[in-house]
């Protein structure tokens, strides 16, 4: 059988990191592309704008679930984190 292995603080600093990021990126940084985005859109018009805003559109709704699984995986590395530390401490680590 292999060993297996995790650091676990380097697991949960990484979740950290994914947390950092994913509220870098839903608080500040996606709040202004949005905000220049509906500026640009206001003034534009014809085919060209709704052809960008479709593509807007399919961008920040993969940009959205991206979010949503960097939160998935900081918490899967927290829960990995949590299950190591727990083994040892049942053998007397």
Not at 9 to 25: E, H, L, P
Request: glycine share 8%.
């Amino acid at each position: 059988m292999a060993v297996k292995s995790l650091d676990t603080d380097q697991a949960r600093t990484t979740a950290s990191v994914f947390d950092a990021c994913r509220d870098s990126i839903g608080q500040s940084e996606f709040g202004r592309l949005m905000s220049s985005v509906n500026d640009v859109s206001a003034q534009w018009s014809g085919g060209s704008r709704t052809q960008f805003e479709n593509e807007w559109s399919n961008w920040s709704n993969q940009l959205q679930a991206l979010m949503l699984e960097l939160e998935r995986l900081a918490g899967g590395l927290r829960r990995e984190a949590d299950e190591f530390d727990q083994a040892d401490q049942a053998f007397g680590g």
